[in-house]
């Protein structure tokens, strides 16, 4: 099976021989190429909609795969025992969902030991909680799929500590790494703040002049951070 890029780079995270729970997995295309590729021994995949489950149980029958991939019906990690997976992926959601999911289960959370997080948006709010919360964020990808920037952390229980508060925005690892994505990745969001900037400048509201300034601020400091990587 041929799996896209962000699912790719997902999988990559995973450590081998690892006992994996892909949290919402959907279509099951991660559990499957986990346990084809003879990464994960045994994979967990779990999702709140019986729709979504009722396809990685039709897909795991189909590929013979039931003894190998358990799938399970539930909301985020209630449906995982403490110490059943080393392993955790949750991919596809926003970052607010995916931290409600870390924080509901504490005992399931803390017995885990790798965390493969993947937000479609609000990745700062996840990357705070993190930091807040003891996990130290290992490393950072990203990947670009049909025009849209995916952001995957990996991380693990620990301590991170954060420099700058453009930092949560924009990963200190990705920069660090200098990642061939990332000065398009900035400007892309650029152009975004730049639009709203552009769409608010002539509102005489005191709530849109707070919000000139603070979206001004932040162009600031993300054109901060594109010297930082051309420097
Ligand atoms: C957009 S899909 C992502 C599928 C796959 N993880 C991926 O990255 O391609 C999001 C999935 O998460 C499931 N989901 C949403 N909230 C959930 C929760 N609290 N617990 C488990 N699954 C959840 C949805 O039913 C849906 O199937």
Known sequence: M???????????????????ADIGTDHGYIPV????????????????????????????????????????LGDGLEVIKPYEVD???????????????LEKNKEVTDSI???????????????????DNNFEIIEEELVKEDGKYYEIIF????KSYIEKEIY???SPLLIKKKHPLLREFIQFRLRELENIIEEIKDIN???????????????????????????
């Open 155 to 158: 991380a693990k229980k620990g």
């Open 33 to 72: 190429y986990l346990v084809e590729n003879n990464i994960a021994k045994k994979v967990i995949g779990t999702d709140i909609s019986k729709g979504s489950l009722d396809k990685i149980i039709d897909y795991i029958k189909t590929l013979n795969l039931e003894h190998i991939i358990d799938a399970r």
């Open 113 to 131: 030991a790798n965390f493969i997080l993947q937000p479609m948006v609000a990745a700062k709010e996840l990357r705070q909680y993190l930091v």
């Open 205 to 231: 509201t005191e709530k849109s002049k707070e919000r000139y300034l603070e979206i001004s601020a932040k162009i600031k400091d993300y054109k901060g951070v594109l010297e930082e990587i051309e420097g």
């Open 87 to 101: 392993t955790v992926i949750i991919a596809g959601m926003g970052g607010l969902l995916i931290r409600d999911i």
């Open 2 to 20: 041929k799996l896209s890029n962000r699912l790719i780079a997902i999988a990559n995270f995973v450590p081998k021989n690892s006992i994996v």
């Open 168 to 170: 949560y925005e924009i």
